[in-house]
């Protein structure tokens, strides 16, 4: 049974990150012996619309859905208007939240022509058994439950919407089972116009709420 669960939500990047440069490019740990940037701005649709926002609404209605199955949701950060957290706090998080699955949200920026569709990046090779079997399976839920809801697999990234990384901090570091979806190419036409429509916002969240919710049972 999800009742008693918890989740944490990552919502990507933050709304106050483009003026606070010096902030958000401090160095901090980021797992496997590496410092990167603290934070970053994130993309934006070839019309303004930019990746804090779309993660921070998709987010949002993904903690609803949750929240009314009983599932305790954290979020990451508390609003669209700060800076950062670091990547480093943002794994810390999931860790200290104890967190059942922890889940960031993203959107990619390709200028490839035709590049779209979603992927899902996960921590290979694994660092901990969190990140062993655990996020395997988070990660393929998440993929299943974006497919089944009609969402196209990258043409461009990973292999059949899944990815894995070894340079990504926040998945380096959790010690929790955890996931990070890029849910579409906000460069490429058709996917900026699922993004940036509340109806396309909802489309997204109710498929990955639903993913979660198959984790945990
Ligand atoms: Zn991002």
Redesign the pocket.
Known sequence: MPGGKVVVLDP??NGGNGSHTAEINKQVPAGRGQMKPCN?T??ATNAGYE?HAF?WDVANRVKDELAAKGIKVVMTRPNDTGVGPCVDQRAAVGNQAKADAVVSI???GSDSAGAHGFHVAYSNPPLNAAQGAPSSKLTHDLRDGLKAAGFATSTYIGTDGLSPRADLGGLNLSERPSALI?CGNMRNAGDAGTMSSSDGRQKYADAIAKAIMAYLS
């Open positions: 990507g990047h970053t994130g993309t990746e993660t993203h959107a990619d890029e």
